[in-house]
């Protein structure tokens, strides 16, 4: 595994599936009365939000506290050129201070890559989503939500999600949360079709591995898991539907849509969800959406992550008794050789 | 001024032969001339080119003094073997009067490493909407016969028509940079597979091609000729060489990095590789050797655009576009061009010297190299291999694409009107 979490496609299927049963021991601390473990205490870790995401960035912050974490928050809004700070100046700063890993959300493609390889900092940089190009742990998030409901929290650990039939649908094209879960759920053995309007799809989208459709109502009976995307209101002034009714008329969905799924199929929704554009309150409210589950889900992922890249070597929930020494920071991330050994 | 006997070089890729220099001009060129005091320059295994001409360059003095002036911008041209560049108007103030143009012209003089011959730009404030002065930029002392908004596009379509009729009276040309702006909207690449992957913005080619096909045929209709900017796509040799074959007065350039680097670079997110029009395909990157090597694209410009470190030590979104070229402009012709086999020496000079001298009309350059002529002149070592390495660069910026990267052949001496701007790579 990597120092660095920037990309979903940077995981190997080991990877995945170490995370993925990583985060199935996290989710059962959330079941106990005391939802801590010391793993990462005396670590400090940064998040650096450059675009507002409340939720994602909570729900880092709940994966830190419960592995005892020292939080920082660093909002910056807006883009490093009319903040007048520069990305590495930024930075610069959080190493100067001492933090061991920095959590990055930014508007830019690419610039927690940069801020990994660009020898501004030493510490692993783990990207909570940048631009239209990636959100991995969103994409982990999912692909633990559907093991846990197409094969079974316990029955699903050590396996990927194989032969699965995953259809994402919505605006492909601005979507990061796409292009994760499309590297992530290949690496994982599914098959995936992306679901939208052509002018939803990015050119050059032939050489993904999933399939492209056009339509919805043919790949639902196909599906044993559908993704909704969410769709901004503001695409349809740039021409890329003509209405807002069309488009959740072509590509919403809605019960009568939904009656078209297997019946173990499920719905999901990365959120926010904008309901009555892509999705009806009647689909988004059933029992069949896993939303709220994804957002639990979340937060046993982000420790699960957190715990592999900076765990050092505690383990992590099976034997939680002694306490890591804060000293001695640069070692931390040994993240590799410990993933190994597990 | 003394006399200078360049000895045995290999005068455009050919047989060995000496070159007098006396004063300003070419003396004489032969076999075995007396050195009758003049200073020698053993050039045994060097290929003589007539001085270089660049007819797309951005000097940005005034306005952006921190990533060049006229002096570093003139001094990184000697190093790079050329003798006369024509500077971009997107300066700031832009250069959209004769006031702007002669300052820079002035520069130009007093630099004394390289002459400057001014671009104007066509619309006021590069904004496309209303006509610059062309005229009086025509008739001031910088003399400007190119006119270009170039970093815009002129996108409606009446302006353009206009422009190219207008400047019909003086001999002028329009050089077009070709991007169809909505189509560019937040574009930060080449717009394909790699972009889909990255998530950025794409520049696809078809927003420079709908741009060169209306405007071959706007000059046809009006019987003008117009000068494409660092074409960049396999559609737009096609269109071009269609142009020309129909007989239109059609001219187009290529940079250097569009004959060498491709999009795959992008996937680094390092905004070095950042730049307008974006790196290409390789596809793209083959048609345009192709193109250059059998005279659809006409010449090698550079658009060469320094930037300062803090404008690419960044994001890619936050990344300006652009790439310093002078000094690697040869090295990556010889590289793509020479060393495949595609152009011979003789070629470089039609389209790195006399082509380029010719669409500008850069007076006493792009001249043959014989006796009488003025002598500016480039000797470069083709044999040299070595790292580029962007520390020892004149110009005042150091984005290359190319920082480390083994690229063949050296500029040793650059001569303008006689007097040595360059000798063994040391700038004088």
């Keep these: ?342 | 001024m003394s006399k200078i006997l360049i000895r045995g070089a290999q005068v455009l890729g050919g047989e060995p032969q000496d070159v007098l220099i006396d004063g300003s001009e070419i003396a004489e060129v032969g076999q075995g001339l007396a050195a009758d005091g003049a200073d020698v320059v053993e050039a045994g295994g060097k290929i003589l080119l007539p001085g270089l001409v660049d007819l797309h360059t951005h000097l940005r003095e005034p306005g952006r003094e921190d990533s060049e002036t006229v002096l570093t911008g003139t001094r990184a041209a000697a190093s790079g073997g050329y003798t006369s560049v024509f500077a971009m108007a997107n300066t700031f103030p832009v250069a959209d009067t004769a006031g702007v143009v002669e300052q820079v012209y002035r520069l130009g003089k007093e630099s004394g490493y390289c002459d400057v011959q001014p671009i104007g730009a066509v619309t006021v404030g590069l904004e496309g909407k209303k006509l610059a002065e062309l005229g009086a930029m025509h008739e001031s002392a910088a003399g400007v016969t190119v006119f270009s908004d170039d970093g815009k596009c002129v996108d409606d379509a009446v302006i353009m028509r206009r422009a190219l009729e207008y400047v019909k009276a003086f001999g002028g040309v329009v050089a077009q940079h070709a991007q169809e702006p909505r189509l560019t909207e937040g574009a930060q690449m080449n717009e394909g597979v790699v972009s889909a992957e990255l998530g950025l913005g794409g520049w696809p080619a078809v927003a420079e091609e709908s741009i060169i096909a209306r405007d071959v045929l706007l000059a046809e209709h009006v019987g003008s000729r117009v000068h494409i900017c660092h074409l960049s796509t396999a559609g737009s040799v096609e269109i071009v060489r269609w142009a020309k074959s129909r007989g239109i007065d059609v001219t187009a350039e290529v940079t250097p990095h569009h004959l060498l680097l491709t999009d795959e670079l992008v996937r680094s997110y390092n905004p070095v590789y950042k730049v307008n029009p974006p790196l290409r395909t390789e596809r793209d990157v083959m048609a345009l050797r192709e193109a250059l090597a059998d005279g659809t694209i006409d010449i090698v410009a550079t658009d060469h655009a320094p930037h300062p470190h803090e404008d690419k030590d960044c994001e890619w979104a936050a990344a300006a576009m652009g790439m310093v070229g002078l000094e690697t402009a040869l090295s990556v012709v010889q590289h793509t061009m020479v060393d495949t086999g595609l152009l011979t020496w003789e070629g470089v000079a039609e389209r790195m010297s006399w082509a380029p001298a010719r669409i500008g009309g850069a007076a006493g350059h792009g001249r043959p190299v014989s006796a009488g002529e003025p002598a500016n002149l480039t000797l470069l070592d083709p044999a040299y291999r070595g790292a580029v390495d962007p520390a020892g660069f004149a110009s005042r910026s150091r984005n290359t694409p190319y920082e480390g990267r083994e690229l063949p052949g050296r500029v040793t001496h650059t001569w303008l009107r006689g007097r040595a701007t360059l000798v063994d790579g040391k700038l004088q």
Excluded at chain 1, 223 to 238: C, G, N, T
Excluded at chain 1, 276 to 286: K, Q, R, Y
């Design chain 1, 1 to 342: 595994m990597m120092r660095h979490l920037i990309s979903a496609a940077d995981l190997t299927r080991d990877d995945a599936v170490l995370i993925l049963d990583t985060a199935e021991e996290m989710a059962r601390v959330a079941d106990r009365p005391i939802k801590k473990l010391p793993a990462l205490r005396g670590r400090t870790v940064c998040n650096l939000f450059f675009e507002d995401s409340t939720r994602t960035r909570i729900s880092f912050e709940a994966a830190e506290k419960r592995l005892s974490a020292d939080v920082i928050n660093f909002a910056a809004k807006g883009s490093s050129v009319s903040k007048g700070e520069s990305l590495k100046d930024t930075a610069q700063t959080l190493e100067a201070m001492g933090v061991d890993a920095v959590v990055i959300r930014h508007g830019a493609s690419g610039a927690p890559y940069r801020l990994a390889t660009s020898g501004w900092i030493d510490a692993p940089v783990i990207n909570a989503g940048d631009g239209t190009h990636q959100h991995p742990t969103q994409a982990l998030l999912d692909a633990f939500t559907m093991r846990r409901r197409l094969i079974g929290p316990d029955a699903g650990l050590g396996q990927g999600l194989d032969g699965k039939r995953i259809t994402l649908v919505g605006d492909v094209l601005h979507s990061r949360v796409a292009r994760s879960n499309v590297d992530l759920l290949h690496t994982l053995g599914a098959e995936v079709t992306l679901v939208a309007p052509p002018t939803l799809i990015p050119v050059g989208v032939e050489n993904w591995p999933c399939e492209v459709s056009y339509d919805l109502d043919s790949t639902l009976p196909k599906s044993d898991a559908v993704m909704m995307l969410r769709v901004q209101r503001e695409r349809m002034k740039a021409a890329f539907f003509p209405t807002e009714r069309e488009y959740s008329r072509r590509y919403g969905l809605d019960g009568d849509r939904m009656a078209r799924m297997p019946g173990h199929a499920v719905v999901m929704h990365p959120g926010p969800m904008v309901r009555g554009m892509e999705i009806t309150a009647e689909v988004a409210d059933s029992e069949r959406c896993t939303v709220v589950e994804q957002v639990a889900n979340g937060v046993s992922i982000r420790m699960a992550v957190l715990y592999l890249l900076l765990g050092g070597n505690e383990p992590a929930v099976t034997h939680p008794a002694p306490a890591t020494t804060p000293a001695t920071k640069r070692s931390a991330p040994a993240s590799a050789s410990r993933i190994e050994e597990k």
